[in-house]
């Protein structure tokens, strides 16, 4: 992955949270009750987007590795968000690979 690309992912991460503050701030006008902290974090979970998924694909595939397994998508996605991913995460990167006929190795 070069760098732009991630330098592009970071940008629109910053685009996210402010969309996501602004949305905080339209149901809290007041502020976020003490209570609510909890509930709204888990709400605010970080997921993988659209750009990412395919970031995370184009930099495997561009590896040439074709032994592929769910551990490399797990590295692969770490190294982009800096946290451990989600199931769900590592399903879509999956998905995608699959999609443009990348083989991944699911019993590892």
């Known amino acids: ?13 910053g685009d996210l949270v402010a969309r996501m503050v602004a949305f905080i701030r339209a149901g809290y006008p007041q502020g976020v009750p003490e209570t609510d902290y909890v509930p709204l974090l888990a709400l605010l979970r970080r997921r993988l987007s659209d750009d ?5 694909a184009r930099d495997l595939v ?3 590795d074709l032994n592929i397994d769910v551990a490399n998508i797990g590295v692969a996605i770490t ?30």
């Open 1 to 13: 992955m070069a760098f732009v690309d991630v330098v592009e992912l970071r940008v629109g991460l």
């Open 52 to 56: 990412e998924v395919a970031a995370v």
């Open 62 to 64: 561009a590896r040439g």
């Open 79 to 108: 190294r982009i968000t800096d946290e451990l991913p989600s199931a769900d995460d590592l399903d879509r990167v999956q998905r995608r690979l699959g999609a443009i006929g990348w083989p991944v190795d699911t019993d590892h």
